[in-house]
């Protein structure tokens, strides 16, 4: 089957190569070819790899999903309802693939602050992103990321930039049956500080691969503040990475909020390579039917006096399968260091299943560090507790549900994607127009 996959992408690759950005610049052409030869010696991650136990991709591997040529038709209604009402915000919208002018907006930008679309950036030669393409590809799916990346967003933030209003970059999908590639980067100066929202939809019924892959580069006493939100199809296929370096007493703060897709997979690290830095990871996923999510994180404690913080919950109801892996490593110099972290998993079915598996590996002898994990189901007493002033049993056990997720949505410090949040947690309760009239 690995064979036959390999052909068909090597196939891909040869039809779409004279039409992906950067054509002419030798340093992407041998970028894309070399991580082909990474695929091609790889392959699709299977149950066998470690990190992937867990997580089946056999489907993604059998189906012929050709990468996206052109981008489908979307309309400006669309845009609106995606779009975060009464917040100004500087927005690039990319369909299938492609950034898309037409319904982008991104106003005036304040000085020292450059957002352009990646085909944009790498179509002038911007070898200053030759290095931050470097290394070996940490599995398949990230080699072929590199090989067929097609647009994506590069926003640099000069030293001491501020950008006040949010980046939202809302990557739309409208074809079935194709793969979309994205590769972002979020590069900041010395205290520098933005917020971003990354934002993926798309059709209901469609099947189609969305991989995307995010760099972020934290200089000194930065603040960078990233969000993703994930409401791919039911039925499609979702893998991604987000890769943050961070320099002397920056912070780097990220919200994964999964919310569809029937295999999404997130792989969300950082380095602390500097004194005094600052992570913090959220996450919440709400899966059922089918679904699969899996999130594996890491966390590398290089230097000394950094601090981590990692809260993650899941809600799985159907058959779904959650998957939690988390692991903080404090290297030999990183005394000092105070690390966190917690997944808490509720399952709403006997059928739903979660592996979890938080890691702690530490190399230094004068540290804080905690972790720790829990999966079950609504607690009964509860549920009594609160039939015993007055409320339906279902009704109950919705607000229970609520009280649980909404301990990662209270965290989202952006107010309009908090309510979206919200909005979509009420709406997927059964009793969720009864939650609203008790909040």
């Not at 917040?87 to 982008?104: I, M």
């Not at 809302?170 to 793969?179: G, N, Q």
């Not at 939100?229 to 909020?257: D, M």
């Not at 159907?318 to 290297?331: D, E």
């Amino acid at each position: 089957m690995q064979s036959e996959a390999l052909d068909r992408i090597v196939g891909d690759f040869r039809s779409v190569a004279p039409q992906l950005p950067g054509g002419g610049h030798r340093w992407v052409e041998r970028a894309r070819r070399e991580a082909l030869d990474g695929f091609a010696s790889r392959g699709f991650p299977t149950v066998r790899d470690e990190d992937w136990k867990y997580t089946n991709v056999a489907s993604i591997q059998r189906r012929a999903l050709p990468p996206a040529i052109a981008a489908g038709a979307i309309s400006a209604e669309r845009v609106r309802a995606l779009a975060f009402p009464d917040v100004p915000c500087h927005r690039l919208v990319f369909v299938d693939g492609r950034f898309d002018p037409t319904f982008s907006a991104t106003g005036p930008l304040p000085a020292g602050v450059c957002i352009r679309s990646l085909s944009e950036v790498i179509a002038t030669g911007a070898e200053r992103l030759e290095p931050l393409l470097a290394g070996v590809p940490e599995n398949g799916f990230a080699a072929l990321n590199l090989a067929f990346m097609t647009d994506g967003v590069v926003i640099e933030l000069d030293r001491n930039a501020v950008v006040e209003r949010p980046i939202h970059l809302l990557y739309i999908a409208t074809l079935p049956e194709r793969s979309i590639y994205y590769r972002n980067f979020i590069l900041a100066d010395e205290n520098a500080q933005a917020t971003v929202v990354e934002h993926y939809v798309g059709p209901a019924a469609s099947t189609y691969l969305t991989n995307a892959v995010t760099t972020i580069v934290g200089g000194a006493s930065s603040h960078v503040e990233h969000y993703k939100l994930q409401q791919e199809s039911a039925k499609a296929f979702h893998v991604a990475g987000i890769h943050a370096s961070q320099a002397r007493a920056s912070r780097f703060t990220s919200y994964s909020i999964a919310l569809g897709g029937a295999i999404a997979r997130n792989d969300i690290t950082s380095r602390l390579g500097a004194e005094g830095a600052e992570c913090t990871l959220n996450g919440l996923y709400m899966v059922g039917g089918r679904q699969i999510v899996d999130h594996h994180t890491r966390i590398d404690h290089a230097k000394p006096r950094g601090t981590s913080r990692e809260f993650y919950r899941g809600v799985l109801d159907g058959t779904a399968r959650g998957v939690f892996n988390g692991k903080v490593i404090v290297h030999p110099d990183a005394q000092k260091t105070d690390a966190e972290q917690s997944n808490h998993n509720l399952l709403l079915s006997k059928a739903a299943e979660v592996d979890t598996k938080p890691q702690l590996e530490i190399f230094a002898d004068d540290v804080r560090c905690t972790h720790g994990a829990t999966v079950g189901q609504l607690d009964e007493s509860m549920i009594f507790y609160l039939r015993s002033r007055g409320i339906e049993p279902e009704v109950a056990r919705a607000l229970l549900i609520y009280a649980f997720a909404h301990d990662i949505v209270g965290r989202i410090g952006l107010v309009p994607l908090k309510r979206r949040v919200e909005r979509h947690l009420i709406s997927v309760l059964p009793e969720g127009e009864r939650i609203k009239e008790l909040l």
